[in-house]
């Protein structure tokens, strides 16, 4: 038994610890493919559970086999910070095809419309919704500064200068920015609170997310801002069913990690930090 689409809001199901273990050992593949960069073991992880998950309910090895199709797609090139052009072009059709791929198979082979991107949500945004927009952007201002300049994580990042290569770089984060919502929180945690308790599909598709934006740069004491920031992305989603809201709180956050990182590389360029 299943929650339902990604638009129902049925109780979700008993919890069975085999079907726990399956959607941690696919969801917790992306530790290997991503921050250890270990193939083959993030392959033979991700299998173990999509047979555990065989063996215990086929609606949920649909569901991790569209999530493991996704992580694969990813695994397949390097998401660190490089923004060349042929790179950004590879990054841009691989990430693309990532969320595309599960996707048309959850649609069109196996008939389900599990995965959605509701844009506007059930309603307008709230002054809470508002206030909380702002409240990102000051803890962004007030905690990134100091994450990436004393650990020294900047340095994951290219140290643009011409403005090409600063646009490249804001694109890049942005895009990148926007992706991370399709993909783990309207694909991953749709999918997986299918099945699970809110609680335990957002700490399930953490799991990738973070292991994802360790590769990507945020690395050193970063899972310190990352995992809260993951868990807060999904529920977020689960309170607003908005990707619009989720994908601007994204946005701003990622336009204070583009402006720290231009101004640690560059100390001066931009005097509107405390450090």
């Given amino acids: 038994m299943v929650k339902g689409t ?35 073991p993030g392959y033979a992880v991700m299998a173990a559970g999509l047979a555990l998950a065989a063996l215990t309910d086929r609606a949920l090895a649909r ?28 990054m841009g059709i691989v990430l693309s095809l990532a969320v595309a791929v599960p996707y048309i198979v959850s649609r069109h082979v196996f008939r389900e419309r599990a995965i959605g991107f509701p844009w506007r949500g059930d309603h307008a945004w709230t002054r809470a919704q508002w206030a909380y927009l702002v409240l990102v952007v000051a803890l962004a201002w007030l905690i990134l500064p100091f994450y990436f300049i004393t ?47 809110d609680w335990l599909a957002n700490l399930l598709q953490a799991v990738a997310f973070v292991a ?25 989603f689960s309170i607003t069913r908005s990707l619009a809201y989720v994908v601007a709180v994204h946005l701003l956050f990622d336009l204070v990690v583009f402006l720290v990182i231009v101004h640690a590389h560059h100390p001066g360029t931009l005097p509107i930090f405390l450090l």
Avoid at 215 to 226: I, N, S, V
């Fill in 63 to 90: 569901s991790l086999a569209l999530i493991a199709t996704g992580l694969v797609i990813v695994s397949t090139i390097s998401v660190e910070a490089d923004i060349s052009y042929p790179n950004m072009a590879l």
């Fill in 151 to 197: 650990s020294g994580a900047y340095r994951n990042w290219p140290a643009v200068a011409a403005p090409d290569e600063i646009a490249r770089l804001f694109v890049g984060v942005n895009a990148v920015g926007i992706w991370d919502e399709l993909f783990f929180v309207c694909t991953v945690y749709v999918l997986l609170r299918r099945h699970f308790p």
């Fill in 6 to 40: 990604a638009q129902g809001t049925e109780a979700p199901p008993r919890v069975r610890p085999t079907a726990v273990a399956a959607a941690a050992l696919v969801t917790g593949s992306a530790v290997l493919l991503y921050a250890l960069r270990a193939p083959l």
């Fill in 212 to 236: 994802f934006l360790w590769e990507l740069g945020y690395r050193e004491w970063g899972p310190a801002l990352t995992i809260p920031f993951a868990l807060l992305q999904a529920f977020t």
